[in-house]
């Protein structure tokens, strides 16, 4: 980044900086796992108008109390950029890190989708399931529910098949995103 004397440093003047177009981020915090660390978190993006598209926390460390709160939320660079910086200024956050700009991370999701129907479209249903690697978890005479896990993608387009073949019901658990190497968080 080429510093300009005279030019402020906000968030709010890195036109230059960054491309203007909207588009999701994956971000891994790792805090400490005590009370309302995450509204804090939660509060931040509320209070400042922002999205929370998908959000999971684990606690990653039993002996250290630490956790991963893993979000993904859709905006332009130079605001993601100040998300982080000021997810980073709060207490409790020991790492924030944008596993979108860090490269090719990978993200899964796990689902579980429940189909009704009889006959043809059960049989559909069931062949569907099987090409996307989906495992039913339960099955009565008219209906399945299938857990999924897979990229958040791979999941929309199996929830998407689904409709057709009597989706009654859905249930995501969100991201859950690492960044390729051998380094961590």
Same mark, same amino acid.
């Given at each position: 980044?080429?510093?300009v004397?005279g030019?402020?440093?906000?968030?709010?003047?890195l036109?230059?900086e960054?491309p203007a177009?909207?588009?999701s981020?994956?971000l891994s915090?790792l805090v400490?796992?005590e009370?309302?660390?995450?509204?804090?978190v939660? !509060?931040l993006?509320s209070g400042r108008?922002y999205?929370?598209?998908?959000l999971?926390?684990?606690e990653?460390?039993?002996s250290?109390h630490?956790?991963?709160?893993?979000i993904v939320t859709?905006?332009?660079?130079p /605001?993601?950029s100040?998300?982080?910086?000021?997810?980073?200024?709060?207490?409790?956050?020991?790492k924030?890190i944008n596993?979108?700009w860090?490269g090719?991370?990978l993200?899964?999701?796990l689902?579980l /989708?429940?189909?009704a129907g009889?006959?043809?479209?059960r049989?559909e249903a069931?062949?569907?399931?099987?090409?996307f690697?989906?495992r039913i978890?339960d099955?009565?005479?008219?209906?399945?529910?299938?857990?999924?896990?897979?990229?958040p993608?791979?999941?929309?387009?199996f929830?998407?098949?689904?409709k057709e073949c !009597?989706l009654?019901?859905? +249930?995501r658990? !969100?991201? +859950?995103?690492l960044?390729?190497g051998?380094?961590?968080i």
């Amino acid at each position: 980044m080429m510093i300009v004397a005279g030019q402020s440093q906000s968030a709010y003047f890195l036109e230059e900086e960054f491309p203007a177009t909207e588009r999701s981020h994956t971000l891994s915090v790792l805090v400490d796992n005590e009370p309302g660390v995450l509204a804090r978190v939660v !509060g931040l993006f509320s209070g400042r108008g922002y999205n929370i598209e998908s959000l999971t926390v684990s606690e990653i460390e039993h002996s250290n109390h630490q956790s991963r709160i893993t979000i993904v939320t859709t905006g332009r660079p130079p /605001v993601i950029s100040q998300i982080m910086h000021q997810l980073g200024r709060l207490v409790p956050v020991h790492k924030v890190i944008n596993l979108t700009w860090a490269g090719d991370a990978l993200e899964r999701e796990l689902a579980l /989708v429940k189909v009704a129907g009889k006959g043809e479209m059960r049989d559909e249903a069931l062949r569907l399931a099987q090409a996307f690697n989906a495992r039913i978890v339960d099955a009565t005479l008219d209906s399945y529910v299938f857990e999924m896990t897979g990229a958040p993608a791979d999941i929309d387009r199996f929830v998407g098949l689904m409709k057709e073949c !009597g989706l009654v019901e859905l +249930a995501r658990t !969100g991201l +859950a995103a690492l960044a390729r190497g051998k380094t961590g968080i």
